[in-house]
């Protein structure tokens, strides 16, 4: 959030603020490139959508010649920094006070654009209409604002994942983010504005107002000022939190004396929402009063909502709308009034980004010649706000006057994501093992890590970049912005759906990223790589000297060794050298922390895999040590092999361009690598990732179709951030192997076990047989 000043307390809402200083590197961003534009007004805020190109450093890596025997000493590879244009969405709210202001800086900071139209939708777009035209010199064209609403919302759920929650206000965790369906289809979306419009959606373009009601979000403020004399929807909101309903409306009790049994009504139920001030001779107090009303149309809400979603069989409903707008008292209400009335069979969902969805869904309608849904498109986590904490214990001036502006940012990916082909079940796939979220201990080890880690990052963004001078005030801007996004995450863990190790991992590369550091393990990367492939061919001759079942054996310890070796895991960079490694795993004992080797060793004295699938980690010793091998040894059995490595850097993570050069090199003195390749029985690819980590919901298509067309019977997942920060319990229906060393002392023990424990977990699915 970026502070921008503060309206004065006698100003009224509507009224154009003009003494406002914006900071253009926090809201704006990359306003010198917009192209297009779209505009949602509402009430009391303001949406804007824009498209801009951004410009920024990605680390390429290109092959030497090596066929010469002059170039042997030469570099593994050459890596260049290189610029790059890349596509970005930004939408920025904002109270309307700021709507003349803003305008003026958007005029001022435009330079680029063709546009001359901008796309406007909601109830303040008549009212604003000529003041935008007249400000920036484009054509207001107006949407249909429930269209917008629709697209914007289908946006968001393909888009996002964690964006949809169920509220829980006396919990650990207020939010509990849910697992999107791939299939986010049908469902029901209640917009509750001034009144209520219920909408049954079916597809992208298929959608239907199936209902509504006149009793919505402006009859709450309307009654509401009338018996309180309250004028403003924040005021009411404050009051409700601390009224007491039951002092006004009359409950079951007070007609029975207690519960009414026979019909199953407790005691505690309202009977008659105000019942009690017809015949009470007594003042009631404003906050009663608003809590009262606020249960009455909550309760007529929720009760309309689980009618229609049971007439159409829909279980999925989402609430949105200027009455929800992220308010924990109105998400509590509604949340309480849809659970008695279905007793818990559909839950109220609600959206972390509700309040962009018409200004998405009119940028989209603006953009329909370039079809950004044929492409897939990730939040931004460095200039994006997160969902903020909206307490309505706070100020209630304060809140609706602190000229905060809320930011999302969306980055459109460079590969189309889908979910892997051989998820068990793909809707209630959960990538991470933790969720910080709801594990306040786990949380603050976790965050406290990060931070101590922040210094060593810093530094080797720095060493990446010795001949730039400007590239230590980058990473100081960096360690800045990231220490920031910590502390917002320790007090709103909430703040960018569910708070794991892989999105605190993501926020980093995200940061990094943005400050130019594209890849700061590059040349560690290489020098490993380097050293290495020297050791191939012995590694590869020792191996083969082997017994059978002592290879299968070195072979397995042979990759859990290459991945103790983590330039990302502390325990490991302050204290391992690649020699230390090879003793440890060589010299470790079973049974490991889990050990499935023997099953294992069982299943590969059956016939061959038709094709494994090999999602990779590290550089270096790892793949060129580890991970080749056992994959020659797969190939040399008659099973096809996929290898999938990330898209682009994290850490000291194998890209797929470097491993590219790397299998090329291996080849050149390997007839098995060679052969495998030329024939196409050996593949690379990449996973459409750029994190240490691996979401299975969020993969390359091109690798899900390869998948299918290979009919892959065996995933392997290697590595601590694959194995076991993510997809520990992942279901796969096919057999998997999930390989990790354990390089976290605290993870080792949250598993039962010590630093550096194994885990060998091979699985098949129940009742399938090899």
């Known amino acids: 959030m970026a502070e921008c000043g503060r309206v004065d307390s006698n100003t009224s809402s509507h009224t154009m603020d003009k003494s406002i200083t914006l900071p253009p590197d926090e809201i704006f961003r990359n306003m010198e490139n917009a192209k297009r534009f779209a505009i949602d007004i509402g009430g009391s805020l303001t949406k804007l959508a824009y498209y801009s190109t951004v410009q920024h450093k990605v680390a390429k890596v ?50 680029n654009t063709e546009t001359k139209v901008i796309k406007a939708t909601g109830g303040g777009a008549h009212k604003f209409k000529e003041l935008i035209e007249r400000k920036l010199g484009l054509k207001v064209d107006k949407e249909d604002e429930m269209t917008c609403l629709i697209k914007g919302c289908n946006f968001v759920l393909k888009n996002i994942p964690h964006e949809a929650f169920v509220y829980a206000k006396h919990a650990d965790s207020e939010f509990r983010f849910q697992t999107t369906n791939p299939d986010i289809f049908p469902y029901l979306l209640v917009n509750i504005g001034s009144g209520v419009s219920i909408v049954k959606v079916e597809s992208e373009d298929k959608f239907e107002r199936i209902g509504g009601s006149s009793i919505g979000g402006g009859t709450f403020w309307g009654l509401g000022a009338l018996l309180t004399k309250t004028k403003r929807f924040d005021e009411l909101l404050q009051l409700a939190s601390k009224g007491q309903h ?9 007609i029975y004396g207690g519960s009414y049994a026979c019909l199953g ?80 069979e559909v839950q109220a969902l609600f959206l972390r980004h509700e309040g962009y969805l018409g200004a998405i869904g009119a940028f989209l309608k603006g953009a329909e010649e370039d079809n950004p849904n044929q492409y897939s498109w990730g939040e931004n986590y460095a200039g994006s706000s997160g969902l903020m904490s909206v307490s309505p214990d706070m100020n209630p001036m304060q809140r609706a006057r602190s000229g905060t502006f809320d930011m999302l940012e969306m980055d459109r990916l460079d590969r189309q994501l889908v979910n892997l082909p051989l998820l068990q079940d793909p809707s209630s796939y959960i990538p991470d093992t933790v969720d910080l979220t709801e594990d306040a201990q786990a949380r603050e080890y976790w965050l406290y890590c990060f931070e101590e880690a922040l210094d060593g990052v810093v530094k080797r963004a720095v060493a990446s970049q010795p001949d730039i001078p400007e590239a230590a005030e980058r990473a100081e801007k960096f360690r800045q912005k990231y220490l920031h996004k910590l502390q917002t995450l320790r007090h709103q863990p909430f703040a960018y759906g569910s708070l794991t190790v892989r999105s605190l991992l993501d926020t980093r590369e995200h940061c990094l990223n943005e400050f130019n550091f594209p890849d700061p393990y590059s040349k560690i990367k290489e020098r490993e790589n380097d050293i290495a492939l020297k050791y191939y061919q012995k590694a590869v001759k020792s191996l083969e000297e082997l017994s059978w079942e002592d290879r299968q054996f070195a072979l397995v310890r042979g990759v859990l060794a290459g991945n103790v070796f983590d330039w990302g895991a502390k325990a490991v960079s302050d204290h391992f050298s690649i020699k230390l490694i090879f003793t440890f795993c060589f010299s470790s004992d079973r049974p490991w922390l889990v050990d499935s080797f023997d099953q294992w060793l069982e299943r590969l004295k059956g016939p061959p895999h038709r094709c494994a699938l090999f999602f990779v980690d590290n550089s270096g010793v790892d793949i060129i040590l580890g991970v080749i091998p056992f994959v020659r040894e797969l190939l040399s059995r008659g099973t096809e092999v996929v290898l999938a490595s990330n898209s682009g850097p994290a850490l000291n993570d194998v890209t797929n361009s470097e491993l590219q050069i790397l299998t090329e090199r291996i080849a050149a003195m390997d007839p098995v690598i060679d052969s495998a390749l030329r024939e ?19 993969l390359d298509k091109v690798l899900a179709m390869l998948v299918r067309e290979r009919q892959t019977d065996l995933v392997i997942i290697e590595g601590m951030g694959r194995a076991i920060h993510t997809n520990y319990y992942a279901m796969l229906s096919c057999e998997s192997l999930k390989m990790a060393v354990i390089k976290n002392s605290w993870l080792a023990d949250r598993l039962g076990g010590k630093l550096f424990s194994v885990v060998f977990k091979y699985e098949v699915p129940a009742g399938k047989s090899h």
């Open 265 to 344: 009504l407790t005691g505690d139920l309202i009977a008659s929402s105000f019942g009690k001030s017809a015949t009470a001779d007594k003042e009631f107090s404003n906050e009663d009063m608003a809590k009262s009303l606020l249960h009455m149309i909550s309760n007529d809400i929720g009760q309309l909502a689980c009618l229609y979603a049971k007439l159409h069989n829909l279980s999925r409903v989402y609430f949105g709308g200027f009455f929800i707008r992220g308010h924990p008292v109105t998400m509590h209400t509604i949340t309480y009034s849809i659970n008695f009335f279905t007793k818990g």
């Open 680 to 698: 196409d029985r050996l593949t690379l690819v990449q996973n459409g990732s750029s994190s240490p980590c691996l979401d299975l919901s969020r």
């Open 246 to 254: 039951s002092s006004v409306d009359m409950l079951v009790k007070d």
């Open 62 to 111: 290109r092959s030497f010649d090596h066929s010469t025997k002059e170039a042997a000493g030469d570099k593994l590879y050459e890596i260049a920094v290189q610029e790059e244009v890349t596509a970005r969405l930004h939408f920025i709210k904002f109270e309307n006070a700021y709507i003349e202001t803003c305008l003026d800086f958007i005029k001022d900071h435009l330079v």
